[in-house]
T-cell receptor, first 113, second 113 residues
Framework: DGGITQSPKYLFRKEGQNVTLSCEQN?????MYWYRQDPGQGLRLIYY???????QKGDIAEGYSVSREKKESFPLTVTSAQKNPTAFYLC????????????FGDGTRLSIL | QQQVKQSPQSLIVQKGGISIINCAYE??????FPWYQQFPGKGPALLIA?????SEKKEGRFTISFNKSAKQFSLHIMDSQPGDSATYFC????????????FGQGTILTVHP
């Protein structure tokens, strides 16, 4: 079955620590996205990538970093500079300019220890 | 200009009733309006979508009504069922901005048996 796999499902971060969230897709999509979800705020875009080795900042990129070394993979690192990292993180993918048809993974819930 | 406003924030409906969720937007460049359904601990899944040249789209018990002049659109769930209890997000696609999706704040729907 084609889809998007996010891991881990739950992640805990200590103060001053960087953590990396994994996102893998086998849909052969060129575009991939990272969103942050907080209660009552909808989904906010962190980073997006339309092609391997290229990515752009979204609306709330501060304190986050990404890489896109393979078409299938788009990991997100939550750095120690992100002071309020507790949230539900969602990865999505689409064909290039997929017209709004983004497919989502089942998310990673990040909490602070 | 990029904002999509969604209401209500939460909604409680009796089984068999009609659930109505409303969204309003500002950016007239938006060309596609999907609705996503999200269950707890899962990623959003595309439910139904509409283009602005259509005033209504129906798929089973789900109907989107679109008012282009008012820049508003709404989701109607007929004969609401307890299994429809979820968070619903409206979204809008901007073709002038790499295919960006802008999401509403979400509506938590609870259908009582």
């Amino acid at each position: 079955d084609g889809g998007i796999t996010q891991s881990p499902k739950y992640l805990f971060r200590k103060e001053g620590q960087n953590v990396t969230l994994s996102c893998e897709q086998n849909l052969n999509h060129d575009a991939m996205y990272w969103y942050r979800q907080d209660p009552g705020q909808g989904l906010r875009l962190i980073y997006y990538s339309q092609i391997v080795n290229d990515f752009q900042k979204g609306d709330i990129a501060e304190g986050y970093s990404v890489s896109r070394e393979k078409k299938e993979s788009f990991p997100l690192t939550v750095t120690s500079a992100q002071k309020n990292p507790t949230a539900f993180y969602l990865c999505a993918s689409s064909i290039l300019d997929g017209g709004g048809l983004q497919h989502f993974g089942d998310g990673t819930r990040l909490s602070i220890l | 200009q990029q904002q999509v406003k969604q209401s209500p924030q939460s909604l409680i409906v009796q089984k068999g009733g009609i659930s109505i969720i409303n969204c309003a937007y500002e950016n007239t460049a938006f060309d596609y309006f999907p609705w996503y359904q999200q269950f707890p601990g899962k990623g959003p899944a595309l439910l139904i979508a509409i283009r602005p040249d259509v005033s209504e789209k129906k798929e089973g018990r789900f109907t989107i009504s679109f008012n282009k002049s008012a820049k508003q659109f709404s989701l109607h769930i007929m004969d609401s069922q307890p299994g429809d209890s979820a968070t619903y997000f409206c979204a809008a696609h901007d073709p002038t901005s790499y295919g960006k999706l802008t999401f509403g704040q979400g509506t938590i729907l609870t259908v009582h048996p």
